[in-house]
């Protein structure tokens, strides 16, 4: 069965960085694009960046542009989001999910970002 | 960008009953519109995509209508585990929005 299990999340301080991680099974990863989106604490959805199976195609939502960076590996079937000059805003739990027929199908169970001093 | 506005913030209703959430887009979605439901702690789970059509599992109790700007999706009658939130999403143009989401409580 499809499985992502996301990891990297923690504390980090205003200005720090963070790498979460995404590791795939179940399918066969090389063939999907995937996504990263995020939730603020009680709050709604936010798309934040996307790559394409051969991750020659990436995109990134205008809050995050120039500080995020995705990628993937598809020999380690794992996807990866780096999170630099992290702000009090970037709170956030943190969803890797695949992406099929445009909609986002399956989802890993989400790490938590917090930055505070 | 496209706005997606879901209507309404809560819906109180009894167990067995019917429950009726909508989505409204800020402009024609097509039918490229999905639903998914998030339970306290856990992660979304897609519902219905393409307006109308179950996602694998999901069951028949859960349907979805609508085109163009105007969404629905009706709970025919609801069973403990359906109390959620739930959000619509358009994809029409990708990567796709999220409405800010319908608390669906036991009245």
């Known amino acids: 069965q499809v499985q992502l299990v996301e990891s990297g999340g923690g504390l980090v301080k205003p200005g720090g960085s963070l790498r979460l991680s995404c590791a795939a099974s179940?399918?066969?990863?090389?063939?999907?694009?995937m996504t990263w989106i995020r939730q603020a604490p009680g709050k709604g959805l936010e798309w934040v960046s996307f790559?394409?199976?051969?991750?020659?195609?990436?995109s990134y939502a205008d809050s995050v542009k120039g500080r995020f960076s995705i990628s993937r590996d598809n020999a380690k079937h794992s996807l990866y989001l780096q999170m630099n000059s992290l702000r009090a805003e970037d709170t956030a739990f943190y969803y890797c999910?695949?992406?099929?027929?445009?909609?986002?199908?399956?989802w890993g169970q989400g790490t938590l970002v917090t930055v505070s001093s | 960008e496209i706005v997606m506005t879901q209507s309404p913030a809560t819906l109180s209703v009894s167990p067995g009953e019917r429950a009726t959430l909508s989505c409204r887009a800020s402009?024609?979605?097509?039918?490229?519109l999905a639903w998914y439901q998030q339970k306290p702690g856990q992660a979304p789970r897609l519902l219905i995509y393409?307006?109308?059509t179950r996602a694998t599992g999901i069951p028949a109790r859960f349907s979805g209508s609508g085109s163009g700007t105007d969404f629905t999706l009706t709970i025919s009658s609801l069973q403990s585990e359906d109390f959620a939130v739930y959000y619509c999403?358009?994809?029409?143009?990708?990567?796709?929005?999220f409405g800010q989401g319908t608390k669906l409580e036991i009245k």
């Open positions: 999910a695949r992406v099929s027929r445009l909609v986002e199908d399956y």
């Open positions: 179940g399918f066969t990863f090389s063939g999907y694009y």
């Open positions: 790559i394409s199976s051969d991750g020659k195609t990436i």
């Open positions: 402009q024609s979605v097509n039918n490229n």
């Open positions: 393409d307006t109308s």
């Open positions: 999403q358009q994809y029409n143009n990708w990567p796709g929005t």
